[in-house]
């Protein structure tokens, strides 16, 4: 039997600055989904950042 993986990702709380976003991991076996893993993260607006991580 071969396990295949499906995810998902969504912004649970979009804000001017930070924004929350879950992400979710499924394996799907004979067409039955089971959850394998989870994540969450904050992200930040930073305005006037410099691109291409120069110097």
């Known amino acids: 039997m071969r396990l ?3 995810w998902c990702a969504c ?3 979009p ?3 930070l924004t929350v976003c879950r992400l979710d ?3 799907v ?3 039955r989904s089971k959850l394998i893993a989870a994540g ?3 992200l930040i607006r930073v305005d006037g950042a410099v691109r291409g991580g120069g110097r």
């Open 4 to 6: 295949r993986r499906a």
């Open 11 to 13: 912004g649970a709380g």
């Open 15 to 17: 804000g001017r600055t």
């Open 25 to 27: 991991v499924f394996g």
């Open 29 to 31: 076996r004979e067409g």
């Open 40 to 42: 969450r993260q904050t």
